[in-house]
């Protein structure tokens, strides 16, 4: 019992620093978007590296700083699409709501186009060079590369391409918080039906149910306050929308989770990493989050056209 509750003053006690240091990053974004960037940037370059690390106790031939290099640059590649004069103060609130439908897609499609191209001639490359033994691990180096970029241009596509884009960002940092909160607490005092057996044998659906519960609990609170009085929805549109979209982003920080899990069992590690106490590396605590920015870029593009 001890043991436990050292455990969970641990793991309380690096979250409450790591939400310090989110907070320092983030908020300032809505003023100046580039500055959660930098965050994210940054946060790709650690997980990308932490990956590679754990992939090449299976695969030799994985270069993790070739891997985190390339994830930040192909992720910024996404700020070639962003508006003339727009990276220091994003855009002006006052921007014509078809900008979600313009130039969010815009600015993530520079990172897809890119992503396409590089990638594929990277890995011939690799392959020229060294034959083509190198073809497993270059699938699973740009594996690595797409799952850390991707959040980054996601985020460059909502903090720059989306209106009310910061406040999007935010609900996406704060689904993926109260989601693995409220699950984890709900799975360790309530939880006894194992919800991924061979991927993550402590999840359980209880917890993934709390997890959604919190996550419709927040929507609630959130979406009809911050965003959809500004955009213009109806109330009962914005908490019919709140519902719906808590549930698919709740269970889409859900599928993050477990995709860490499943690439850790791989690996035969327990942790990415040691550099948050209590909660393991930088992708142990991002996994979910990495997967809520690209969905709620998606959201916010529907949000757009649907108004």
């Known amino acids: 019992m001890r043991k436990n509750n050292d455990e969970l003053r641990i793991r309380v006690t690096t979250g409450a620093i790591f939400t310090g240091v989110m907070t320092v990053f983030i908020v300032p974004g809505l003023w100046a978007p580039v500055?959660?960037?930098?965050?994210?940037?940054?946060?790709?370059?650690?997980?990308?590296?932490?990956?590679?690390?754990?992939?090449?106790?299976?695969?030799?031939?994985?270069?993790?700083?070739?891997?985190?290099?390339?994830?930040?640059?192909l992720g910024l590649s996404s700020f070639l699409g962003i508006l003339k004069g727009s990276f220091f103060r994003g855009?002006?609130?006052?921007?014509?709501?078809?900008?979600?439908?313009?130039?969010?897609p815009r600015i993530f499609g520079f990172f897809a186009l890119f992503s396409l191209f590089l990638l594929p001639m990277i890995s011939l490359f690799m392959m020229w060079r060294k034959g083509t033994d190198m073809l497993p691990p270059t699938i699973?180096?740009?594996?690595?590369?797409?799952?850390?970029?991707?959040?980054?241009?996601?985020?460059?596509?909502?903090?720059?391409?989306?209106?009310?884009?910061?406040?999007?960002?935010?609900?996406?940092?704060?689904?993926?918080w109260?989601?693995?909160?409220?699950?984890?607490?709900?799975?360790?005092?309530?939880?006894?039906?194992?919800?991924?057996?061979?991927?993550?044998?402590?999840?359980?659906?209880?917890?993934?149910?709390?997890?959604?519960?919190?996550?419709?609990?927040?929507?609630?609170?959130?979406f009809p306050l911050v965003?959809?009085?500004?955009?213009?929805?109806?109330?009962?549109?914005?908490?019919?929308?709140?519902?719906?979209?808590?549930?698919?982003?709740?269970?889409?920080?859900?599928?993050?989770?477990?995709?860490?899990?499943?690439?850790?069992?791989?690996?035969g590690i327990k942790d990415f990493g040691t550099l948050l106490p209590g909660h393991g590396g930088i992708s142990d605590r991002f996994?979910?989050?990495f997967t809520a920015l690209p969905a709620m870029l998606l959201l916010a593009i529907l949000a757009g056209a649907i108004l």
């Open 35 to 73: 500055v959660p960037v930098v965050l994210l940037a940054v946060v790709a370059f650690l997980s990308a590296f932490e990956k590679g690390q754990a992939v090449r106790l299976r695969m030799p031939q994985v270069i993790p700083l070739s891997v985190a290099v390339s994830s930040v640059l």
């Open 227 to 267: 965003i959809g009085n500004r955009t213009g929805y109806s109330t009962g549109a914005s908490y019919a929308f709140a519902v719906v979209a808590a549930v698919l982003m709740s269970l889409t920080a859900t599928l993050g989770d477990l995709q860490s899990s499943a690439l850790k069992r791989w690996c």
């Open 91 to 104: 855009l002006i609130w006052t921007v014509d709501p078809s900008v979600n439908t313009l130039v969010a």
């Open 178 to 222: 109260i989601s693995d909160t409220c699950a984890y607490f709900v799975g360790k005092y309530l939880g006894r039906i194992r919800f991924a057996p061979l991927l993550s044998p402590k999840k359980t659906w209880e917890g993934t149910l709390g997890g959604v519960i919190g996550t419709i609990a927040l929507y609630l609170l959130y």
């Open 287 to 289: 996994d979910s989050i």
């Open 140 to 176: 699973a180096m740009s594996a690595i590369v797409i799952s850390s970029a991707v959040p980054l241009a996601a985020s460059v596509a909502l903090l720059y391409g989306s209106r009310y884009g910061w406040h999007w960002f935010v609900l996406a940092i704060l689904t993926a």
